[in-house]
Structures are given as C-alpha cells and as structure tokens.
C-alpha cells in the first residue's frame, strides 16, 4: 500500500505555507497518521518558509518576474512517510552540524543563546527521523524528510 499527495505552489503567492501545511496535514488525517500531523505541519511550513526566504533559482531555470516554484510532495508507505520539498535553486541548505550540546542541557538553556538564525532546520532534524537534500537533474534540489511510522503512530493508519 503507497499513498501519496503532491501540490505544486510559488514562492510568491501570500498563502503558499499555509496552503502547504494544510495539504500535510489533511493527507495524515485521511490516513490515519493523527499523531504526526502537528509535527509534519510544522516542518512542512519550515521547509516551504525557507523556499520563500532563501531559494535563489538557478540560472537555467530563472525567468525574469516569474514566480519562484515550490513542489511538496507526501508518500506513506507502511512504515514510513516521505517529505519532499524541491525548489529551483541547487545551492545546498545548511543542515545543522550535529547536536552542540546535549538534548537535556538544550531543554534548560534559554531561548537567548540559541542562535537566532538556523534554528528551522535544527527543529526538523529533532522531529524527523532523517533529513537529507539531493540536487534534480533538471536544476533545483529536493529537501527530504522521513519519518518512522512506528510507536508514534500506534493507532495505525486508516
Ligand atoms: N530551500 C533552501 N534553499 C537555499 N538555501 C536554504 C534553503 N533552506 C535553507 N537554506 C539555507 O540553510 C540555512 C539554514 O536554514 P534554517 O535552519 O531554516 O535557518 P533560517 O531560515 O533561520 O536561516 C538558511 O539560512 C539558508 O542559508
Ligand atoms: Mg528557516
């Protein structure tokens, strides 16, 4: 059993995050997969918020004034569902370098010394169990998630 889902969108319309988090999150509910859904919607509005803050198309697939195109993707296998998020710039994401200090020790420090930018990929990297980018051959990149459809999702799909 797959399912998947998928909407195409543009950096430039006023309700792309909100219409990205509302597909991840209408897709969990159909199947079942309740439990990860606040998590699932908020990475998806990271990643889509990223595209709209920091993608640069490449210069093979700029068009003057064109919007800026966003893909997002859901497939759930029986163990695991995928995120995608591909945009039109190739230039890599900064992926958080490792844990600088330690889970017990972040959940006392104040919000202060957390640096204030980077902080959306470090949230990711806590709520999925894998993330991982790969550049399209046709220009652009994909940003992946997966998460583990296991123990957090014990009343099982629909
Ligand atoms: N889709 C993207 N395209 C290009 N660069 C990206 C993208 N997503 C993230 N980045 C880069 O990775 C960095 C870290 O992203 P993030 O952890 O979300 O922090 P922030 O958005 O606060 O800068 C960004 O500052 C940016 O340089
Ligand atoms: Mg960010």
Redesign the pocket.
């Known amino acids: 059993m797959q399912r998947f889902r998928s909407m195409t969108l543009f950096a430039e319309w006023q309700d792309t995050v909100w219409a990205a988090r509302n597909l991840a999150g209408s897709a969990l509910e159909d199947w079942g997969l309740h439990a990860l859904v606040d998590d699932v919607r908020l990475v998806v509005s990271?990643l889509v918020g990223?595209?709209v803050?920091?993608?640069v198309p490449d210069d093979r697939l700029a068009c003057p004034g064109a919007p800026r195109r966003i893909d997002v993707t859901l497939t759930m296998w029986p163990k695991w569902l995928f995120l995608g998020v591909a945009?039109e710039?190739s230039?890599p994401?900064?992926f958080p370098l490792g844990e600088s200090f330690s889970p017990e020790l972040a959940h006392g420090l104040p919000e202060a010394v957390l640096p204030d930018?980077?902080?959306?990929?470090?949230i990711i990297h806590r709520l999925a169990d894998a993330l991982w980018w790969a550049p399209e051959e046709s220009g652009g990149k994909t940003?992946f998630c997966r998460f583990d459809l296991g123990e957090r999702c014990a009343d099982g799909p629909a």
């Open positions: 990271e990223n595209v803050q920091h993608a945009d710039d230039s994401p900064t930018s980077g902080r959306g990929l470090l940003i």
